[in-house]
C-alpha cells in the first residue's frame, strides 16, 4: 500500500505520548494531519488539529480523511477500528502489536465487506520519501529515506528501516516503503503490497523484505513472477531461527514444513528474485539489475 | 499457550461436547484406584507435545493392576524432553470409526477456518498431502458464526448420512468452544463414531491465542507455560524477548525483523549467536536490565548492538546501554552499528560516554565481533 502527500490522515489516539509525538514528526515531514480522536479530550486541540470523541463525529463535524492511523492499546483497536470505518474512511494504518486474533478478524471480515484496506496490525507503518508518512517510521533521517525509484515492502519496521539505509547507502532511493506488519493475519498481505506497487508510476524496482512464518512470500513470488516490475530481490529473515518458537513476531514461527525459510527461498528463485544472504548485499543486487541510481 | 489433554477436554465438556470419564493420576497409586473404578482403560502421558503414542507414552489396560502398571511405566518416561508428571486415565469405549475435525485462525481466509476428515488418528499435515480429496475446509465469517447447513453440506461427502446431522451438530459446539476461549486452534483428533452411533472426543488440543492472555487470565491459569531457561524467565518477567542458543556471540537489537536478522548475518559470517534478545515495540527503555540480563551468559565473548530505529528511539536504547556498561564495566568487547530514528544523539552519546564509534554497516560490526569473539578463544562450535 502506497500513501501520498495529497491524502488527508486521521489520528485516533492522537493525545497519548506516542500518538503526539509522532502527529508531530508527521506534520513536520509534510503529511496533511486533519484531526484527532480521543473520547476524553473531544473539543480540544493537539498538535494544532481538533480532537473530537470519534471518527464519526470528525466526519459529522466535515473533517474529512482519507487515511486514519491508530494509536490505540490491544484492547481497544477494534472498536476504533469499526469506527473509522463508519465513519466512511477506505484506508487504515494498525501500528498496534498484540491485539488478540479474534479482534483482527472481526476488523477483517468488516474491512472485506465495506472495501476497506486495512494496512497491519503491528506495522511501522507507510512512506512517501520528501512527501509525507503515516506511522513510527524515520522518514525523516535523509541517510534512510531518500526520493527514487525503489518500492520496498517490508513485514518488519525495524529491518524495513535498514533495508532502506543500505539502499540509500548504495545510491538508490525509494518510490514507497510499505510496512505490512508483523502479525500472523495481516489486511495488507505482500502480495497485495506488490500489486500497489506494480500499479505505481514512480515505482521501477521492488525489493521486498519478509520473515520465517505463513506462506505470504510463498503466494507473493507466485505474483511477481507476473509483473510488469521486477522484484530485484528480498531478504527473509530467520533462516537461522530455531523451529518452534516465536522469534519476537507472533506470525514469525516454523511449524513442521510451513513457514520455513527454504520454501520461501524456493519460491522466490523459482519466481526469479535473488535471496540476499545479508541486507547490506541489495545495493550490488540493484546495481547489477541495471536499476537506474537517483 | 498450549493446553494439555486434561486442561483441554473440559472445554469441550462445557459446550456439551461428549468426552470419555476420566481421572488424572500424579502416581501409580492414583493411577490404580483409578483403574478400579472405570475398569477398561486407556492411560494417557500428560505433556504438552504432540506424537505421544509414538512416544510409547499411551498404554491400554484392562485391570487395577494393568492400570497402575502402565502409569508407572509412562510416568518414568521423558517425552519431547519433558519428563511425564502425570497421566490421564479414561474409560474405553468401543469405537466403529475416527474422525478428525479443528478449528483455526487462518491466515488466508483472515478468519475462522473448520477442517474436517473421516481419516481421524492420523496426522493431519499427512492426510493433507497423501489424501487431500479426504480434508475438507470452510471458511467461517467471525461476525455471524458458523452455519449448520454449511457444516452439513462440509461433512457430508464423508460420513454416513445418519451421522451428519448429530456430526455437524457437534461441530457447531466445536466452533463455541473455540470462540469463547480466544482459541488459536481446538482440535478433536480423533473424534470418535462409537458403536452405539454415538459421538465422543477421545483427545483434545487447545492452544490460547497468546495475544488473547490478557483478557483470559482465568483460562491461562490452566495452560502449560513454556519451557524456559532462568534468563528467559527472568526475560519474561521483565517483558523482554528473550531466546537462549548455543554460540559466543551476545546480541541486542530492536524489532523482532531486526534481530532475527542480526542472528541470521552472525551465521553468514560464520559466527553463532548467544541469544535472541529483542527491546523493540515498547520494550525500548528497557536497554539496561536487558544488557545486564545477557552479560549473565558466560558463553558470550562478544557483543553487537544493532540498533536501526523507527519507533524505538536509538538515543533512548544508547543511553540504556551505555549506563548498563558504565555500572557494570564488562570486560567482553562490544560493537555498535547505530542508525535510524535519534541516531545522531546516540552516536554522540557513544563517542562521548564510551569514546566508541559506531559502524557504518551492520555487516561490519558483526564481522568484528566475530573476529573478537575468536581471538577471546571463544571459537564457534
Not at chain 1, 510451513?258 to 541489495?282: F, H, Q, R, W
Not at chain 2, 479414561?90 to 470409526?97: K, M, N, P, V, Y
Not at chain 2, 525500548?284 to 545477557?294: F, V
Not at chain 2, 547505530?338 to 561490519?364: N, Q
Request: include cysteine; hydrophobic fraction near 45%.
Amino acid at each position: 500500500m502506497i500513501v501520498r502527500g495529497s491524502e488527508s490522515l486521521l489520528v485516533q489516539g492522537i493525545t497519548g505520548k506516542q500518538g503526539s509525538f509522532w502527529t508531530g514528526k508527521m506534520q513536520e515531514y509534510g503529511t496533511n494531519v486533519v484531526g484527532g480522536v480521543n473520547p476524553k479530550k473531544a473539543g480540544t486541540e493537539c498538535c494544532g488539529v481538533p480532537v473530537y470523541a470519534s471518527a464519526v463525529d470528525a466526519m459529522q463535524a466535515g473533517t474529512t480523511f482519507d487515511v486514519s492511523i491508530l494509536f490505540i492499546p490491544p484492547l481497544g483497536v477494534l472498536a476504533a477500528a469499526q469506527d473509522a470505518m463508519a465513519a466512511g474512511c477506505k484506508k487504515l494504518v494498525c501500528l498496534t502489536e498484540h491485539i488478540p486474533v479474534r479482534d483482527v478478524m472481526f476488523m477483517m471480515a468488516e474491512a472485506k465487506e465495506r472495501g476497506v484496506q486495512i494496512v497491519g496490525p503491528n506495522t511501522a507503518g507507510l512512506v512517501t520519501p520528501g512527501e509525507c508518512f503515516v506511522g513510527f517510521m524515520p522518514a525523516f533521517d535523509p541517510a534512510i529515506f531518500k526520493a527514487g525509484n525503489i518500492g520496498v515492502i517490508s513485514r518488519s519496521g525495524s529491518l524495513g528501516t535498514l533495508m532502506c539505509l543500505n539502499i540509500v547507502q548504495a545510491g538508490f532511493g525509494q518510490s514507497a516503503f510499505s510496512g505490512i506488519g508483523g502479525d500472523p493475519i495481516i489486511g495488507t498481505t505482500t502480495r497485495d503490497a506488490l500489486e500497489a506497487l506494480d500499479a505505481d508510476d514512480r515505482t521501477e524496482a521492488v525489493v521486498m523484505v519478509g520473515e520465517i512464518g505463513g506462506s505470504m512470500e510463498e503466494h507473493a513470488a507466485e505474483y511477481a513472477a507476473t509483473m510488469k516490475k521486477p522484484v530485484v530481490a528480498a531478504f527473509i529473515a530467520g533462516g537461522s531461527s530455531p523451529p518452534g518458537k516465536k522469534m519476537g513476531h507472533a506470525g514469525a514461527i516454523v511449524m513442521g514444513d510451513k513457514g520455513t525459510y527454504k520454501s520461501k527461498k524456493t519460491a522466490l528463485e523459482a519466481a526469479g528474485v535473488e535471496v540476499l544472504a545479508t541486507p547490506s548485499a541489495i545495493g550490488p543486487a540493484l546495481v547489477n539489475a541495471k536499476i537506474p541510481q537517483c | 499457550m498450549n493446553f494439555e489433554e486434561f486442561a483441554a477436554k473440559p472445554l469441550l465438556a462445557k459446550v456439551g461436547i461428549p468426552i470419555p470419564t476420566g481421572m488424572l493420576a500424579h502416581d501409580s497409586k492414583q493411577a490404580a484406584s483409578a483403574g478400579e473404578a472405570l475398569g477398561a482403560v486407556i492411560v494417557k502421558a500428560q505433556v504438552p507435545t504432540g506424537k505421544r503414542g509414538k512416544a510409547g507414552g499411551i498404554i491400554v489396560a484392562d485391570s487395577a493392576a494393568e492400570t497402575q502398571a502402565a502409569a508407572e511405566k509412562i510416568l518414568s518416561m521423558t517425552i519431547g524432553g519433558t519428563a511425564v508428571e502425570k497421566v490421564l486415565i479414561e474409560q474405553r469405549a468401543a469405537i466403529s470409526q475416527e474422525y478428525y475435525a479443528a478449528i483455526l485462525n487462518d491466515a488466508d481466509s483472515k478468519g475462522p477456518l473448520l477442517m474436517f476428515s473421516d481419516q481421524g488418528g492420523m496426522d493431519i499435515e499427512e492426510i493433507a498431502q497423501s489424501q487431500p480429496e479426504k480434508l475438507r475446509q470452510l471458511a467461517i465469517d467471525v461476525r455471524s458464526g458458523v452455519q449448520l447447513s454449511e457444516v452439513k453440506a462440509l461433512v457430508e461427502p464423508l460420513v454416513d448420512a445418519s451421522v451428519v446431522q448429530p456430526l455437524a451438530d457437534l461441530l457447531c459446539k466445536l466452533y463455541q468452544a473455540y470462540a469463547d476461549n480466544d482459541a488459536e486452534l481446538m482440535e478433536i483428533n480423533p473424534l470418535a463414531l462409537l458403536d452405539d452411533n454415538s459421538l465422543m472426543a477421545l483427545d483434545c488440543k487447545f492452544v490460547l491465542d497468546d495475544s488473547a492472555i490478557k483478557r483470559q487470565q482465568e483460562l491461562a491459569k490452566h495452560g502449560t507455560p513454556d519451557k524456559l531457561t532462568g534468563r528467559e524467565l527472568a526475560a519474561q518477567e521483565l517483558d523482554l524477548k528473550y531466546i537462549d542458543l548455543d554460540g559466543s556471540i551476545g546480541l541486542l537489537a530492536n524489532g523482532a525483523g531486526l534481530t532475527m536478522t542480526t542472528m541470521d548475518v552472525i551465521t553468514h559470517y560464520e559466527g553463532s549467536p548467544a541469544n535472541f534478545l529483542e527491546i523493540g515495540g515498547e520494550a525500548y527503555t528497557k536497554a539496561t536490565e536487558a544488557l545486564k540480563l545477557m552479560l549473565d551468559n558466560e558463553k558470550i565473548k562478544s557483543l553487537v548492538v544493532n540498533f536501526c530505529g523507527a519507533f524505538a528511539r536509538t538515543d533512548v536504547m544508547t543511553e540504556g546501554v551505555i549506563n548498563a556498561w558504565q555500572e557494570l564495566q564488562p570486560e567482553i568487547p562490544v560493537f555498535f552499528s547505530i542508525h535510524g530514528t535519534g541516531s545522531i544523539e546516540a552516536r554522540a552519546m557513544l563517542k562521548d560516554r564510551l569514546g566508541m564509534d559506531s559502524f557504518t554497516t551492520m555487516d561490519e560490526a558483526i564481522q568484528a565481533a566475530i573476529q573478537a569473539a575468536g581471538s577471546a578463544g571463544g571459537a564457534n562450535s
